[in-house]
């Protein structure tokens, strides 16, 4: 008897293992059949999308729609790094942030942070800003280094301790740092810093409001102070791609959807687009791009 049970459960397990994730379907009364016309490029396709930015295989970066020629980095086993005049500002595999002067060709300051086994090694690149640089590391701190004094002036926690704590985008205004993590978004202002957790893809930034794409299919619209105004939920949504275009915020999903949102989060329509399944777009000012074809936006 024993035995039957047991042949009789092996094949139901195994089937009940097989069983597919719940993909996102559009609703009837927002989906919009139509015919959605690429341009092709031939001979120039991304070959990533890193922080704002489509790298293509011209080697030219589109950056929010300015265009301009790139080289490989300076110093290939870095993570990311920026470039000012003869100043080379770094972030290592390691966790190592450093500067390197060009002209003397050294090393004029590097400091190790905690190694951290992180799968996601997406970090913004550093940030000069006046006589500081910015610099995010991979264990989910940010850090503020002085030029002229050559030493590290505050070192803010972000994520610590958390199992993905690296920063993966970030807004500076004059009087606030807004930073996005994989688990939370944080504003840190002139005697005031707010947070919120959530399961994140990423962000747009507004002047006055700051949209956050959760990896469960929510957009959610917040003042600049992360006080919640307005969520929208795509059931079993997963966004690949997002901006957004003079009044239109667009949602690249997975499957192969484009769903076209406003700004207030009230009306939106989805378009197919099986094109774009599991390949690299990015979001400019004026267009959709997708490996080798763009789509201008906003959609007429």
Partial sequence: ?????????????????????????????????????????????????EFHRAIFSTGEIDNFGNSSETSSKLFPDN???????????????????GLFDLE???????????TVATIDRRLPPPKFEGENILYFTLDGK????????????????????????NVVDYQLRPNDLTLITHRKAMVIGDGFDEEVKLNLRGAI???DAIYLITKDGEVRKYSRKLELEKKIKFPFAYFVTWG???DKIYLIESQGYIIELDRDLENYRVIPAPELEDINCY???K???CDERFLRLPLQ
């Fill in 1 to 49: 008897m024993t035995l039957k049970l047991h042949n009789l459960l092996f094949p139901i397990l195994i089937l009940g293992g097989c069983s597919s994730k719940p993909s996102y379907t559009p609703k009837p009364e927002h989906y919009q059949d139509r015919q959605l016309h690429f341009i092709y490029q031939r001979g120039k396709y991304i070959e990533r999308v």
């Fill in 79 to 97: 993570v990311v790094e920026s470039k000012r005049d003869n100043l080379v500002a770094f972030v290592k595999e390691n966790n190592r942030i």
């Fill in 104 to 114: 003397k060709n050294s090393t004029i300051f590097q400091y190790k942070f905690p």
């Fill in 142 to 165: 940010v850090v503020i280094f002085s030029i002229p004094r050559i030493r590290i002036v505050k070192v803010f926690s972000i994520g610590t301790g958390e199992d993905y704590p």
């Fill in 205 to 207: 930034f507004e002047s």
């Fill in 244 to 246: 957004e275009v003079e």
């Fill in 283 to 285: 979001i400019n000012s």
């Fill in 287 to 289: 267009k959709l791009v």
